[in-house]
């Protein structure tokens, strides 16, 4: 199997400050409006014990994404050797196509009606960096690299996979902090 | 594989087990990438400039290098190399250009034409505006005193240091200090348990087993100066969290227990804790013993605060007061992160004052794990004060002491209350301050202005001037405007704190025909003829006159871009006999505890006619003190002072960050919502007996039924969102409105801190 690259989160170390969505908006230039990467919260029972937990998410950068299988043009693609999911935006005809088709919301259109959205940060990664979402992390509850490796790893075997139709590129990590890795996932993704 | 203490990877590691060596330690060995640059570019055409981020003001800042390209900040990269913030930054950091190259900035020096607050000016130079400024003081010092100036102070900045020496030089005690940010919680930790650490006994969260975070608010206030981590370490290595505060932000969203205390009661809940822990006999005996003073007294005396007797009135059930007092005092290696929380009611004092006994007579003052006496920082710098220059005349000139006269000057010099001064404008009383001068802050949004006080006292004031990089609230009502740079416009001062120090570097050329902070007083210092003790105008002999204790000059300082890192001495335990022995800084020079011992008897504020030990005083508007308004405003508000995105009045103008919060926001429990049918996101009314605002509800299960919550400092719009600024007065969102200045009940006696507590109805816009 192919290389493939993904992000990781620590349950309950991400605290809604937002840092990695300004930070990806300066790096990338993002239009007002417009989100490459998203800090959600979400809270849960009653007063005096609710309970309030946040999650940061971008791409999923999904080993069968649904977005790319749709798109009329081709201009959406997948790296071969790291399974970074891009769009070549000289080709895309904003349709929204795949807008519709990601079951995570991710396809965001600017001004010229082109998808655009997170390439983890490609630019950055050939010059040997750390995505900004990660690296300017204040809580340190950001992560990425290799899912498999990743998998197989310490870390991997506390954390639990996003599933879905696309094979999504997504781990959450227990963590003595937050809650367990399934409820986060229950929490944010039950819908889908 | 090294698993880290919360059993998961730490990123480090995960990038080694995830074949990501050689990019890992490409970036770690600092000198390039993979593109043969250094690591912080992404393009040859870039450059990296290490400095400090400025978007909380000029102070320490986390370390940053502002990337430069064709001569414009395009963005910033956190400086790895800085013990603060470790390569992280927060979003206001990352928003550093929008900030800079904002359309609010101010463009010219202006001089009033028009009336006041008609926002008429004309064009002047930088130097008319000094010899304007200059020629005013001089007459006004002339005519009325040197005590007729007044200038108010932002929160702490670098340059604050610069206004207390420019006032010494003057001759005028009234540097103007708000009674609500961390040198209240100095003062009184100081006269109570000995400590002079600006802000208090610091919580050792390396090594606590239990951690209280009590009014304060360590992720917001420096999430990447390694207050988050070290929250989150803290509870991963799994210590209890105990969180005191009325809504479930993010840091009580991860304690183990949350006591949701009603705003403004802290003092009640701790007298209880008292009450406890002394009758169920759970203190440190040995400690009370040798090293408090009153003891016997003060068991007697919280005799009557017992829990049941705090419930109705902290809103907190008496056996959760029981528990946490208990855990408190059992176990081992407990801390207190207390904030400032406690300097937003009349009853300020007697919190800091119980607290502090807390700590005392549980025995966990300067033990590990416990809150320590930290030792001289090893990057202490030379202070910019002139203290010396402080006479028994000066203090006696006060126009409204923000501590009382005889406990003056405090670490900062003189002051008078920040309100206080602007109040004298419009009563004459005991004299009216007829200059002031607003370096970084916006006093219409800043303190209270009910019923538009602060209006009406710069319509009436003689002489107004505003100093600041953006527009002001206010600037309509100065007669002087004067445009300084941003810190990224300017190379000085350096900074230090804790164990770095480092030189500030200019990252862009100065946007507008600006000089900085530091440049104006000490160029208005020079112009009145203070020279002497502004180093001549020289900027490089006033950092190296600072720098002197360090041993090194600017230019070497300059020499190395990241600055200094020193060792950190490990802690020295239990040093009572020296810290309780410590002088105060008044002229006497007096120690702060004349017995040497933890004052729980307080005889220094009992011979100035305080109360010697704590009590409990009610806000001015509550349950209970006014319950006759509980029919007409039957809910509780009070406002948060910290934000994800913003400082107090400025940022709501910064696109990236106004995404992030665009409203202004009212929290509301779901129960008090429907009982009103609200639902979240409706525009709802906050009425008072003082004036009326307007937010967007934020209905969520985190905040007492019987309360309503909202953040302070909105005003400024937002033009690249549509976003129209709000009124200033009533049907705005300035919470500084809604508050009593009535100094016997809203004002603590010994600290002036004022209440931010009131009563309100809330109903649908």
């Known amino acids: 199997m192919a290389k493939q690259m993904g992000f990781y989160i620590i349950a309950g170390r991400c605290v809604e400050c937002h840092a990695c969505e300004v930070a990806c908006k300066e790096l990338n230039n993002v239009a007002l409006g417009i989100h490459w990467r998203k800090v959600q919260n979400h809270w849960d029972g009653e007063f005096p014990n609710p309970t309030n937990i946040n999650m940061s998410s971008a791409c999923m950068h999904c080993r069968k994404p649904a977005c790319l299988e749709v798109c009329p043009t081709h201009a959406i693609t997948k790296r071969a050797e790291d399974g970074i999911v891009v769009v ?49 992390c204040p809580g340190e509850a950001l992560g990425f690299g290799p899912v498999e490796e990743f998998a197989k790893s310490a870390a991997g075997k506390l954390a639990v996979r996003l599933q879905g139709e696309t094979e999504p590129s997504f781990f959450v990590v227990g963590s003595s902090i937050g809650p367990k890795p399934e409820v986060f996932i229950d929490t944010f993704f039950k819908r889908l | 594989m090294k698993r880290s203490s919360e059993g ?90 929008q900030w800079v190259y904002s359309p609010q900035r101010l463009k010219y020096p202006l001089r009033r034409v028009g009336k006041r607050g008609e926002g008429k000016f004309e064009k002047i130079s930088w130097e008319q505006a000094i010899d304007h400024i200059a020629a005013k003081l001089k007459e006004q010092k002339e005519k009325y005193g040197p005590e007729s100036l007044a200038v108010l102070s932002p929160a702490r900045r670098t340059y604050s240091g610069y206004m207390q020496r420019f006032l010494q030089a003057h001759g005028s005690p009234n540097y103007g200090h708000s009674g609500i940010c961390m040198v209240e919680k100095t003062f009184v930790f100081g006269y109570t348990i000995g400590s002079a650490t600006v802000g208090g006994p610091v919580p050792d969260y390396a090594k606590t087993n239990c951690l ?20 989150l370490d803290c509870k991963a290595r799994g210590a209890k969290i105990i969180a005191i505060k009325p809504t479930m932000e993010p840091d009580v969203a991860i304690a183990d227990i949350w006591v949701p205390i009603r705003p403004g009661t802290d003092a009640a809940l701790a007298l209880a804790m008292l009450n406890v822990i002394i009758t169920e006999k759970l203190y440190d005996a040995a400690f009370v013993e040798e090293w ?70 549980a025995g966990h003052l300067d033990r590990p794990g416990g809150n320590l006496f930290p030792g001289k920082p090893p990057a202490a710098t030379k202070p910019v004060e002139l203290n010396e220059k402080i006479t028994q005349g000066m203090i006696d000139k006060l126009v409204c002491p923000e501590f009382p006269k005889t406990l003056q000057p405090f670490i900062e010099g003189t002051s008078s209350a920040y309100n206080g001064l602007i109040e004298s404008v419009l009563t004459g009383k005991p004299y009216p301050i ?72 200019k990252v862009i050329e100065p946007l507008g025909p600006y000089k900085s902070d530091y440049e104006f007083w000490i160029e208005l210092a ?98 209970g003190r006014t319950p006759e308004l509980l029919k007409k405003y039957p809910l509780t508000f009070s406002d948060f002072h910290t934000s994800k995105v913003y400082n107090a009045g400025w940022l709501r103008n910064v696109p990236y960050l106004r995404e992030v919060m665009p409203d202004p926001t009212l929290q509301m429990n779901p129960k008090t919502a429907k009982a009103r049918g609200i639902k979240d996101g409706d525009w709802v009314i906050v009425e008072s007996i003082r004036g009326w605002l307007k937010f967007k509800a934020d209905v969520n299960p985190g905040i007492r039924p019987d309360t309503v919550m909202a953040l302070h400092g909105w005003y400024q719009g937002c033009g690249e969102l549509a976003k129209s600024a709000f009124p200033i007065l009533d049907g705005g969102a300035n919470t500084n409105i809604m508050y009593s200045i009535d100094h016997k009940i809203a004002w603590d006696p010994a600290v002036t801190a004022m209440s931010s507590q009131t009563l309100v109805q809330v109903r649908k816009a």
């Not at chain 2, 209280?212 to 929250?231: A, D, E, V």
């Not at chain 2, 001068?437 to 004031?461: C, D, F, H, Y």
């Not at chain 2, 041993?551 to 020295?572: F, Q, S």
């Open chain 2, 434 to 505: 007829r200059g002031i001068i607003a370096p970084g802050t916006q006093p219409t949004v800043s303190t209270r202005n009910p019923k538009g006080m602060v209006i009406e006292a710069l319509k009436k004031v003689d002489f107004f001037a505003v100093v600041d990089v953006m527009r002001t609230a206010e600037m309509n009502y100065a007669d002087i405007v004067l445009p300084v740079t941003t810190m990224y416009e300017t190379d000085h001062p350096f900074e230090a704190g804790g164990n770095w120090v480092m030189a500030r570097n």
């Open chain 2, 526 to 623: 020079v112009k009145m003829g203070y020279g002497k003790d502004f180093w001549n105008g020289s900027l490089t002999e006033c950092m190296n006159d600072q720098l002197s204790p360090l041993g090194i000059t600017i230019d070497e300082l300059r020499a190395k871009p990241n600055g200094i890192v020193y060792e950190m001495k490990p802690p020295v335990y239990e040093k009572y006999k020296q810290v309780f022995n410590s002088p105060s800084p008044r002229l006497s020079k007096a120690p702060y505890l004349p017995q040497g011992k933890v004052a729980l008897y307080n005889t220094t504020f009992e011979e100035l006619g305080m109360t010697p030990m704590p009590e409990w005083k009610e806000p001015p508007e509550s349950s």
């Open chain 2, 8 to 97: 998961s990877f730490t990123r480090r590691s995960f990038l080694q087990t995830a074949g990501l060596v050689g990019i890992g330690s490409a970036v770690a060995a600092g000198t390039t990438n993979l593109l043969g640059l250094p690591p912080q570019l992404h393009s040859s055409e870039e450059k990296a400039i290490p400095t400090f981020c400025a978007m909380c003001g000029p102070s320490l800042g986390c370390g940053i290098y502002a990337i430069v390209k064709d001569g414009k900040l395009i963005r910033v990269e956190g400086m790895k190399e800085s013990p603060l913030n470790r390569g992280r930054n927060c979003p206001k950091a990352h928003a550093a250009a």
């Open chain 2, 212 to 231: 209280f975070i009590w009014g304060t608010q360590p992720i917001y206030s420096g999430s990447s100066k390694g207050q988050l981590k070290r929250l």
């Open chain 2, 292 to 361: 408090t003073y009153g003891f016997d007294k003060l068991a007697a005396h919280v005799q009557k605060y017992t829990p049941e007797w705090a419930e109705p009135i902290t809103g907190i059930p008496a056996q959760q007061t029981k528990d946490v007092a208990r855990i408190y005092a059992t176990t081992k290696h407990a801390a207190i992160d207390h904030g400032n929380g406690f300097e937003h009611a009349p009853s300020c004092n007697d919190a800091i004052r119980a607290v502090g006994a807390l700590m005392a007579i």
């Open chain 1, 88 to 136: 070549n935006q000289s080709e895309c005809i904003g349709c929204r196509a795949c807008g519709s088709a990601c079951p995570y919301g991710v396809p965001q259109y600017g001004h010229d009606s082109k998808m655009q959205k997170c390439n983890l940060c490609l630019e950055r990664l050939e010059n040997g960096k750390e995505p900004v979402c990660v690296s300017t």
